[in-house]
């Protein structure tokens, strides 16, 4: 993980590098905020909590009204499941996320919206220590059984940014394409504690941050 880290540091690092004063329209911008984020599943009872991202982008002129982005964002997010006896467990995880994002300049350096691919690299998920042997609700599985999700996953983007060519708003949501919990059904004594089913569950993410382009 740390090695992987250290390769798409240097990866946008270059980026930049590369990019920054090519042409008039590229912006480099750091951004920072919070998110709110739920597992969408049938699985298990999922409820939405909040978390924190920033990271470093580029925007570069494309075509006519049109940019594109491109850039780094590490993320924390939590989400809670709930276990027997109506108890709430949190969840966090934690890595980074590459996207490739579409802008159309609705007001040139004003309002755009934003949208395409993001690559996210995930870590385990992380639980407090007093939750681990809590079963979760409708299953026999234990909290701490479902931690090693797929380490690889896919959202869609989309969202809305607005403010000063120096200072913007964000708005956006993330909706992960992928099957987060997929690594899970390689265990077949996991998928009999949870109920037979197949492990299948989706993030969605919302957004709110302010870029700061440089």
């Not at 709430?88 to 934690?94: A, G, P, R």
């Not at 026999?140 to 120096?166: E, H, K, M, W």
Request: charged content about 15%; glycine content about 10%; overall charge neutral.
């Amino acid at each position: 993980m740390n090695k992987l880290l250290t390769l798409l540091l240097v990866l946008i690092s270059s980026l930049v590098y590369s990019q920054y004063g090519n042409r008039d329209g590229n912006r480099i911008g750091i951004s920072v905020g919070i998110s709110q984020t739920t597992l969408f599943t049938d699985n298990f009872n999922a409820s939405p909590e909040m978390g924190f991202a920033g990271g470093l982008s580029v925007r570069g002129n494309y075509y006519n009204n049109w940019s594109m982005i491109y850039g780094m964002q590490f993320f924390s997010n939590n989400f809670s499941l709930e276990s027997t006896f109506d108890q709430k467990i949190k969840y966090n995880l934690q890595g980074v996320q590459v996207r490739l994002l579409f802008s159309y300049n609705v007001v040139e350096d004003h309002v755009s919206i934003d949208f395409g691919p993001v690559l996210q690299i995930n870590g385990k998920l992380q639980i407090s220590a007093s939750d681990e042997n809590k079963i979760l609700e409708g299953t026999t599985l234990r909290a701490d059984q479902i931690v090693d999700i797929s380490p690889v996953s896919g959202n869609f983007y989309l969202g809305v940014s607005a403010g000063s060519r120096t200072v913007r708003a964000l708005i956006f949501y993330e909706y992960g394409f992928t099957n987060i919990l997929n690594k899970l059904n390689s265990d077949e004594a996991l998928r009999v504690l949870n109920n037979g089913d197949q492990f299948k569950g989706n993030l969605g993410t919302i957004n709110g941050q302010i870029i700061f382009n440089l």
